[in-house]
């Protein structure tokens, strides 16, 4: 069965729209099953916003956990939250932690105001420190999210992450994933665009090269038309470089 790995609710995501019930028949009708991985973002500039109760979480939805259906979290990393982000995963029942990167040196990478009176290769290389600290500080997790995030929101004329340009970096970020047994994500938010295709199938390449072996499938799903979007795409890139596609539940690595 696919997974879905990456999905989030209106219910404990701030910016997602779909209800849990839209979620499920979403799946359903997709013929998948799914991982509601819903947002903390801990210091974020506006505290109420990217935060939720995890007793009020596991509360609600523990009624739809099942064998198709799991309960995990997407964390932000950042190093004022490190301590926050810790205590959350080991306290919590969540079958997959996402580590992922939204904040760079205190600033929203999704605002313009981050790329002001920056080049290009000054915000992505900002970017991917970031990424590197974030996952050698916190190390608790299971699969690393969107490394092209920033091609979402960056205003550049070439928003594209070019591995030639930035292979330092993501050298460094893949070969973390690989000795650490954690998985890699596809996530799929832009593969509307062949160019975004394009650039995350050189990155799997050379992960698959340094000997990784593991990715997990994301939608990114705000809302229930997105969920196992362009999924076929991903699943090509999986099976040319011979990446074996995986869940997690209860924190342990599944073949999906």
């Known amino acids: 069965m696919i997974f879905d790995c990456h999905i989030h609710t209106k219910h404990f995501s701030t910016d997602a729209k779909m209800t849990i019930d839209e979620c499920l028949n979403a799946l359903k009708c997709n013929n998948i099953s799914g991982i509601i991985t819903e947002h903390i973002d801990y210091d974020y500039p506006d505290p109420a916003q990217f935060v939720f109760d995890p007793n009020e979480y596991f509360s609600e939805f523990i009624k739809y956990r099942s064998d198709s259906l799991k309960l995990g979290v997407e964390v932000g990393m950042q190093d ?4 926050k982000n810790k205590v959350l995963i080991q306290n919590n029942p969540f079958d997959m932690v996402i580590a992922a990167t939204h904040m760079v040196l205190g600033a929203d ?3 313009p105001e981050f ?11 900002e970017y991917f420190d970031a990424m590197l600290n974030g996952i ?3 190390g608790d997790f299971d699969t690393l999210a969107h490394l092209d995030y920033i091609s979402r929101y960056s205003h550049y004329d070439d928003p594209y992450i070019h591995y030639s340009d930035y292979h330092r970096y ?5 070969n973390y994933i690989i000795s650490n047994d954690k998985a890699l994500e596809i996530n799929t938010r832009l ?8 650039t995350i199938d050189e990155i799997m390449s050379v992960y698959s090269k340094m000997g990784g072996k593991y990715i997990t499938f994301g939608s990114d799903a705000h809302i ?23 869940y997690f539940e209860n924190r342990n690595m599944q073949y999906a």
């Open 170 to 174: 993501i050298d460094e970020i893949l």
């Open 136 to 138: 050698n500080k916190l």
């Open 115 to 125: 790329y002001y009176d920056k080049s290009k290769e000054t915000s992505y290389s």
């Open 224 to 246: 229930a038309s997105n969920i196992g979007m362009n999924f076929k795409k991903a699943s090509n890139i999986a099976q040319r470089y011979n990446l074996r596609p995986v």
């Open 80 to 83: 004022l939250a490190l301590a």
């Open 191 to 198: 593969f509307d665009d062949e160019k975004a295709v394009n």
């Open 109 to 111: 990478i999704y605002y």
